[in-house]
């Protein structure tokens, strides 16, 4: 093919695809309702309220096109929007100091299990927020499915629930370790961050395979203290220092993992506090839902580490061998689509080292202790768990594929 035709093929393409950024644009504008729902929004808003959203600009609705109406919460409001190319995302509009946190957080994060951010920007008082759009279930929409279909406790569901605790923790990590850019000492600037809404209602399960976790409106420095009402996070996962008002700490959130660890596991939970407990947290006496909760949740702690033994045992003898075969296969036949045949032999090598690290690894045993150890400030290293997640990383297709089907046979 010559230069003249492969000119022309291009031209044709680019042709072809700003006929369809035309017809999107056409079609966002004839279905375009967004003035009719922000109005609608405004209207229900006091005075002064009314006055920071104002300033929202009006070309901001151009740019991103209201879809649909999602939730109104402590931190704002959140629409489904579309941008130019017609793809979702999530808008979230609210006062500048409720988002401000989550606009930092997520703009100090890159990480697969983390939702993106897209954009953020300050108006005034207001502040506005593009975040990405999962398409999927949260994980108390599977959970509630799952129980009713009777598919708690069985090994898929155990293996299921074990990789998404891996991700998240995968995910925490990252949160509590971010780092910016280098300040005038030399050192890294400090961005960790403690989420501190740990509920399943935040964990997405997208149809595609992968797992994200969502909503960083309450999340807080490391070592801060809370400035905002007491009850701004989800009873039963609360841990301690939050109820009490405690500097926010990274066990914080390993606390509210376990807790949904047990519930996920056991298909919800009975609700062990009562409306006088709620009320008492309030006015600073939450020592009688405290006891509560850990009476609940500490005799719970030991049916973990069998259920991960058990998971553990089914990934290593039947997922791990099959994938680092599958790699190695695809390698053997395939050198010149890995590098060519030049060191052949040794990424082979590799490749069995990493699947012998893999069998080694105490997967169960650590997993465990990483959920245990808030409950009784006992030290885990969360970063060598993680690297053994990293290990495992041949599982990780497998799980995705299996997710996307999963969610299809159990929704």
């Known amino acids: 093919m010559n230069k003249k035709e492969q000119e022309k093929i291009a031209d044709f393409q680019l042709a072809r695809l700003n006929r369809k950024v035309k017809g999107l644009q056409e079609e966002l504008e004839a279905n375009n309702q967004h003035s009719d729902l922000w109005q609608n929004f405004l209207n229900e ?45 999530l808008l979230k509009i609210g006062e500048y100091n409720s ?52 598919w708690i406790s069985s090994d898929s569901y155990n293996i299921f629930a074990t990789m998404i605790f891996m991700q998240i923790i995968t995910a925490l990590e990252s949160i509590h370790n971010s780092k910016g850019e280098f300040q005038a000492d030399g050192k890294l600037q400090d961005r960790s961050f403690v989420h501190r809404d740990i509920k399943p209602e935040n964990i997405m399960l997208g149809y595609d395979g992968t797992t994200k976790l969502i909503d960083f409106g309450l999340a807080q420095k ?59 947290i309030l006015n600073g006496n939450p020592e009688d839902f405290l006891n509560k909760q850990f009476q609940y949740f500490v005799p719970r702690l030991d049916k973990l580490l069998p259920i991960f033994q058990r998971a553990e045992l089914i990934l290593k003898t039947k997922f791990v061998p ?49 959920l245990t150890s808030p409950f009784f400030n006992t030290f885990c290293d969360i970063s060598h768990l993680v690297k053994g997640f990293q290990i495992h990383r041949f599982m990780h297709q497998e799980f995705m594929a299996r997710q996307t089907y999963l969610l299809k046979t159990k929704s």
């Open 45 to 89: 808003l006091t005075p002064e309220n009314k006055k920071i959203y104002e300033e929202v600009p009006p070309y901001l609705f151009k740019l991103y096109r209201l879809d649909k109406y999602l939730a109104k919460g402590g931190q704002g409001i959140t629409f489904l929007v579309k941008d130019g190319m017609g793809r979702n995302a």
């Open 99 to 150: 988002l401000k946190n989550e606009y930092i957080a997520l703009n100090s994060i890159k990480s697969p299990n983390i939702i993106s951010l897209y954009m953020g920007e300050r108006f005034g008082k207001a502040m506005v927020l593009v975040e990405e759009f999962v398409s999927g279930i949260n994980l108390g929409q599977l959970i509630n499915k799952a129980k009713g279909q009777k």
């Open 222 to 280: 490391i070592g801060d203290t809370q400035t905002r009402q007491v009850m701004g996070f989800s009873l039963p996962f609360a841990s301690p220092n939050q109820i009490k008002n405690k500097p926010h700490q990274i066990q914080d959130d390993y606390y509210s993992l376990t807790c949904l660890a047990i519930i996920m596991l056991e298909g919800g939970h009975e609700r062990f506090y009562l409306k006088e407990d709620v009320q008492n």
């Open 322 to 370: 099959r994938n680092f075969k599958d790699s190695i296969k695809a390698i053997s036949e395939n050198p010149h689509l890995y590098g060519g045949e030049k060191n052949l032999k040794e990424r082979l090598l590799l490749i069995e080292k990493y699947q012998a690290e893999a069998r080694n690894f105490p997967l169960a045993e650590e997993l465990y202790n990483a």
